[in-house]
């Protein structure tokens, strides 16, 4: 079946814009997380949803938004661009959720902020 | 909170030796996963060891886990040059699903 599938895979924005992120995960699966990855903070994680409701949140300012649709596809947005938001974001998919079991990651989209 | 430290840092080994990588949480979790990461990839799962095991096996990978010390270990036999990644523990306890900054392995040809 196919796998996580996250659009676009790359993309260039400039400071002060905001970016929108998408996830479809694999097919049957109600639960989508989020993550961030840069070189300096290592992964961490953004917000998971499930079944269209948000399930936990990371730390993260209010310019981090998400939402899941009823087909559990998942988007993220992010407003009001700053440099540090540079990163590879990457959404995982799972059965029962993040505390349950496996995840099945996507391969990211790297997002350039100058 | 962070439920997923991993020790070393980076590690470099010829191939044929066997890569040791460690984990520590911070509070008690259902379950401990390891992931690999190729360079600017997602991830991979690796193995599930589920609080109430002791150790699990999987082809060349060994997971050791002690909730009494709250550590896990992750063991490669007889490495091969595509082992080199970078590789992930997180714990899953609550909802939030939280990892390391990861071990980068070198394995030199």
């Known amino acids: 079946k196919a796998g996580v599938t996250q659009t676009p895979r790359y993309l260039i924005k400039t400071r002060g814009q905001q970016v929108t992120l998408s996830c479809s995960p694999i097919?049957?699966?109600?639960?989508v997380s989020w993550y961030q990855q840069t070189p300096g903070q290592g992964l961490q994680f953004l917000f998971e949803?499930?079944?269209?409701?948000?399930?936990n949140k990371g730390n993260f300012p209010g310019r981090f938004s998400g939402r899941q649709f009823s087909n559990s596809r998942s988007e993220m947005n992010v407003s009001t661009l700053e440099l540090g938001d540079s990163a590879l974001y990457l959404c995982?998919?799972?059965?029962?959720?993040?505390?349950?079991?496996?995840?099945?990651f996507g391969e990211g989209s790297r997002l350039t902020v100058l | 909170s962070q439920q997923g430290e991993e020790d070393p840092q980076a590690l470099s080994i010829q191939e044929g030796e066997n890569a040791t990588m460690n984990c520590s949480y911070k509070?008690?979790?259902?379950?401990l996963q390891w992931y690999r990461q190729n360079s600017g990839r997602g991830l991979v799962h690796l193995i599930l060891?589920?609080?109430?095991?002791r150790e699990k096996h999987s082809g060349r990978l060994r997971v050791t886990l002690d909730t009494s010390k709250k550590s896990s270990s992750l063991l490669i036999t007889a490495s091969r040059a595509a082992d080199t990644a970078s590789y992930f523990c997180?714990?899953?306890?609550?909802?939030?699903?939280?990892f390391g900054k990861g071990t980068k392995l070198s394995v030199i040809p």
């Open positions: 995982a998919s799972s059965l029962g959720g993040t505390n349950t079991g496996e995840l099945f």
């Open positions: 097919s049957g699966h109600r639960s």
């Open positions: 949803y499930f079944s269209e409701t948000q399930r």
């Open positions: 509070t008690s979790i259902n379950n």
């Open positions: 060891i589920r609080s109430n095991e």
């Open positions: 997180s714990g899953a306890g609550s909802y939030q699903l939280t």
